[in-house]
Each structure stands twice: as structure tokens, then as C-alpha cells.
């Protein structure tokens, strides 16, 4: 069987083949020689149904880096512990996990598949807490930091 591996560190992808039977094997980055993960994201892609494409990485839902570790206390403390890649993606584990998170951020996603509700209450997100997302944008309104901060500070991979 071909998996797939990322590495946490430096971000190289591989694709090894191995026996099924050692599919929680981790492997050596070539590059960097770190542990690699593997990526199950990339080996189901394109397959089954839209539902069975978990887990997902969203690259709209991301954060700059700097702030993976507020971001990730900050989904704890709102019950939707979440894990990111080093860029700043999010990855959903299923589709009740991606609508909790978008919620607990004030995020929502207009273009949503049958099924996905629209907020109860735009605002709900607010009275919960803010997210690292939603404080930067009230501190540019507010002038705290400049506009050119705040989009290098939200900008996830350049391509936004």
C-alpha cells in the first residue's frame, strides 16, 4: 500500500510503500531526518463521497503561524480542540467538527453543502469569546496595528 507522509519540521512530502500491516509505522524525513506523519488527508483525496473527505485542511480557515499556539488554547477553551499544519492550516475532522469550529470563529461558509446550517446567530460567536482572528481585525479597525500587519498577520499561504 502507498501512504503518504508530511513532515512537521520542514514541510517535505513522501510517498512510501509499505505492507498494510505496518501502516502506523512513522518514517524519517529525507530531508531534515525528523519523524514524518502521516497524511491521510492526501491519501483520500479524490475518493468516495464529499462527506468521507475528512480529515481537511483548510487553507481559508487558517491563521499565520506565529499564532497556531493562542489559536489552538483558544479552540480547547470553546470545546473544538483543533489541529494545524506548520502553515496555519486548520484540518477538520468531520464535517460537525469544520461547522464547530467555524462557529467558535465566527467564520461561516456561504457556499456550504446541504445540510450545513446557516448561523443561528452571527454574533453568538462573540458572546463565546474572539478568536486570534477576530481580536487582529477589531485592533486594525481600531488602528492598534496597521492594515499591511494585519493581512501579513491573516494571510495563510500568499495565494488568498
Same mark, same amino acid.
Given at each position: 500500500m502507498i501512504y503518504c507522509f508530511e513532515c512537521e519540521h520542514c514541510g517535505h512530502r513522501a510517498e512510501l510503500n509499505r505492507p498494510a500491516k505496518d501502516y502506523k509505522k512513522k &518514517?524519517? @524525513? *529525507?530531508? @531534515?531526518? #525528523?519523524?514524518?506523519?502521516?497524511?491521510? &488527508?492526501?491519501?483520500?483525496a479524490g475518493q468516495g463521497a464529499a462527506n468521507d473527505n475528512y480529515p481537511m485542511e483548510s487553507d481559508a480557515a487558517g491563521v499565520h503561524p506565529?499564532?497556531? #499556539?493562542?489559536t489552538m488554547a483558544f479552540d480547547r477553551a470553546?470545546?473544538? /480542540? $483543533?489541529? !494545524? #499544519? *506548520? %502553515?496555519?492550516? /486548520?484540518?477538520? $475532522?468531520s464535517r460537525g467538527h469544520r461547522r464547530a469550529y467555524c462557529e467558535a470563529h465566527g467564520l !461561516?461558509?456561504?457556499? &456550504?453543502?446541504?445540510?450545513?446550517? &446557516? /448561523?443561528?446567530n452571527v454574533t453568538q460567536a462573540a458572546?463565546?469569546?474572539? %478568536? *486570534?482572528?477576530?481580536?487582529?481585525a477589531k485592533a486594525a479597525m481600531a488602528g492598534q496595528i496597521s492594515m499591511a500587519q494585519f493581512s501579513e498577520r491573516t494571510e495563510t499561504n500568499g495565494n488568498d
Open positions: &518514517a524519517r @524525513c *529525507p530531508e @531534515c531526518k #525528523k519523524l514524518m506523519r502521516r497524511n491521510i &488527508a492526501i491519501e483520500g506565529d499564532q497556531i #499556539k493562542e470553546h470545546g473544538v /480542540p $483543533t489541529e !494545524y #499544519k *506548520p %502553515s496555519g492550516n /486548520p484540518v477538520f $475532522t !461561516y461558509d456561504r457556499n &456550504a453543502g446541504y445540510g450545513d446550517a &446557516a /448561523p443561528k458572546n463565546r469569546g474572539q %478568536s *486570534p482572528r477576530v481580536r487582529l
